[in-house]
């Protein structure tokens, strides 16, 4: 098996530098929580049209201990587009205190609408708190069907929910 | 890829461990035929020829001792490394036939099955018993009641000979030869198992019950197991394993594949107790039709590696699966389990539950995939992994896998990894519960959801296992 060579874009994180990482561009991360008691928030959305085929790989290393770190993704699919997140966490060995959490939530719009969501944990430690959620959903129809019926268009409706979604 | 890390787990010592209580074993100089270590298309042959199987099984098993030499070992999962295939007995045979009268079974045999328990079981709780001692069933019964309703208990070799065209129609049909290296090798040496048929609207009130023991050392156990449960039909099956404690490892590798018509329901329980040097690797499928439900009760305490992710394919409307896991892995083992999840029709349902408790060292992994498929439309998913750590020592991994290929869905994934809370020992503590028991209770409580699923006698048996490995867990 031939396995690509992938550029993978390092972000450190120490005492001195960010606390918040927006993730704008799709691609191949690997963030290392290196200085004890870092806290870091991560987050990115995405909306993907028409044929669009979109990738992202965001591992969140805890190497050091009392470290902190949350990470929500969102997508919204529509058309024929396709759409992968792959996150994940991994807390070395002897980084007891380490908090993390990793959210990956996705709206499919259409029915050729394609997503796949893999979160992942690895953990050496046992003195953490980890966790992860991801969801895959479409839009509610009685939502839709309330703002409809106060005379708002099928499309702008559909926008209003969008926008809520990636909101909050 | 970096996605699977490292393979290290920490060594099992003998010595160190308490007391395995089926590690007991008995000579196998009495046996019918045990053939030379390493595998070959002789062996296989020879074992064709001994069974008298049809000539449509012997090119089955010869075509899948070839694919099973072409295909390369899985470079994902436990560390496979340690297995030397060359040395192990890949077919024997204790005894010249299977009896029906447990007076009939061998003096050895009846003490390893009365020393856990079966005969008692039997009477008592259980609508039919198969034990397979190495690579045959020894010993079989069903209860007249279900006899006459028509179901079928026997084992797959039986069944093979008894019911051709039925076992020619199913065998090998959802889990091909090609599918994985370990069904191949399954595929061109099984021997044992059981096979299953429920006519149709005929509910198995009481459990059946398939209880394997390895006995002899370097040993290779390669049970096959076919249930069919026809529309409308309620079955639960059980299986139980155990092996003695010697040096040398051995392999367990198994095929299950299930057939749920529709309207019925199969509910499928694994208590899986081998001892640690036993490398399980299984394949196990149920293919579910309209309005059936499938449910698999998977607990894994024993072996080296396990690796076993059963699967649900939900191919009718409003089929439902379901599977239950708890996996608890102690010094020098790694248990590789999860489920997959395979949607192909509109308003099918699943949920996958899975515990692990890791200690010791030792490493527990969730593996899982959902796929829902562009038809399957108002489908839904739960997936709830939850760990729990109990020394810093030990390790936990969860690599779900969700792929949705149309927008009328609801998928969703939730796993936590924790340890025992200070604050929950110290509330125990406090009512002046001992630390040790505090932490037997914690995990009890932790797996309570679970174990609820069995039948009242496998549920206590469960908690005392957990509790038996829980003790002297205290510094």
Redesign the interface.
């Known amino acids: 098996m031939v396995s690509k060579i992938i550029a993978m874009q390092i972000i450190t994180v120490t005492n001195q530098n960010q606390k918040e990482i927006v993730i704008t561009q799709p691609d191949h991360y690997q963030i290392d929580l290196v200085d004890p008691g870092v806290e870091v928030n991560i987050s990115g959305k995405f909306l993907v049209t028409g044929k669009q085929e979109v990738n992202l790989e965001v591992i969140i290393h805890h190497k050091a201990a009392h470290t902190k770190a949350q990470t929500n993704f969102k997508g919204v699919v529509d058309d024929q587009g396709y759409l992968r997140i792959l996150g994940r966490i991994i807390i070395d060995k002897n980084c007891p205190d380490t908090n993390s959490f990793l959210e990956e939530r996705i709206l499919l719009l259409s029915d050729q609408a394609r997503a796949e969501t893999i979160p992942d944990l690895e953990i050496k430690s046992d003195d953490v708190k980890c966790s992860h959620a991801a969801a895959i959903s479409h839009i509610n129809h009685q939502q839709l069907f309330y703002l409809q019926s106060r005379g708002i268009a099928l499309k702008q409706a559909q926008n209003l929910i969008v926008d809520g979604f990636l909101e909050n | ?3 699977f ?1 490292k393979k290290n787990t920490t060594k099992f010592n003998p010595t160190a461990t308490k007391k395995y209580q089926h590690g007991f074993s008995y000579p196998t100089d009495k046996y019918a035929f045990i053939s030379n270590p390493g595998l070959s298309p002789e062996v296989v042959k020879e074992l064709s020829k001994m069974k008298k199987e049809p000539e449509w099984m012997l090119d089955f098993r010869l075509k899948a001792l070839d694919i099973y030499r072409q295909l390369p070992m899985p ?1 994902w999962g436990g560390d496979l490394s340690q297995i030397e295939f060359e040395k192990y007995h890949y077919y024997l045979k204790p005894t010249d036939d299977q009896v029906s009268s447990w007076d009939d079974v061998p003096d050895e045999v009846k003490k390893t099955f009365e020393k856990i328990g079966i005969p008692e079981a039997e009477r008592t709780t259980l609508a039919g018993v198969k034990t397979q001692y190495d690579s045959e069933v020894v010993y079989g019964s069903l209860k007249k009641t279900w006899e006459k309703e028509g179901v079928i208990f026997l084992s797959m070799d039986e069944g093979l000979a008894k019911y051709p065209d039925l076992v020619k129609e199913h065998f090998g049909k959802l889990i091909p030869s090609g599918d994985n290296k370990f069904a191949a090798l399954n595929s061109s040496v099984w021997s044992g198992g059981s096979f299953v048929y429920v006519p149709k609207n005929v509910n198995v009130k009481m459990p059946l019950q398939t209880y394997f023991r390895i006995n002899s050392s370097s040993a290779g156990q390669f049970e096959r197991t076919l249930i069919i449960v026809d529309e409308g039909a309620n079955i639960h099956y059980i299986e139980g394993c155990t092996a003695p404690n010697f040096s040398s490892s051995s392999l367990h590798s198994a095929v299950v594949e299930i057939f749920v018509r529709k309207g019925a329901k199969c509910q499928y329980t694994t208590v899986q107790n081998w001892y640690k040097n036993i490398y399980n690797l299984v394949t196990k499928r149920a293919y579910v039709e309209e309005d059936a439900t499938m449910v698999w009760t998977d607990f894994n305490m024993g072996s080296k590696v396990t690796m076993k992710y059963p699967s649900c394919i939900l191919a009718g409307r409003r089929a439902r699966g379901e599977t239950l896991s708890m996996a608890l892995a102690s010094s020098g083992q790694h248990q590789d389990t999860g489920a997959k999840m395979i949607h192909l029709a509109p308003d099918t349902s699943s949920s996958i539950i899975s515990k692990s408790i890791s200690k010791d060292g030792g490493r527990a992994s969730y593996r899982g995939m959902v796929h829902v498929g ?1 038809k399957a439309f108002n489908s839904k998913n739960t997936v709830v992994c939850d ?1 729990l ?4 020592k ?26 025992i809370g200070e604050d929950q020992l110290f509330y125990l503590m406090s009512r002046g519960i001992s630390e040790e028991n505090a932490k037997k209770m914690v995990v009890n409580g932790f797996v309570a959801d679970l174990i609820r699923k069995l039948p009242l006698e496998y549920a206590v048996e469960m908690n005392r296992l957990i509790d038996y490995e829980m003790e002297g867990s205290i510094g």
């Open positions: 890829m970096s996605r890390a470079n562009p760990a750590l109990l020394d810093s030990s390790r936990s991994d969860t690599y779900p896998m969700d792929k949705i290929f149309n927008s009328q869905v609801e998928v969703q994934h939730e796993a936590s990894v924790s340890k």
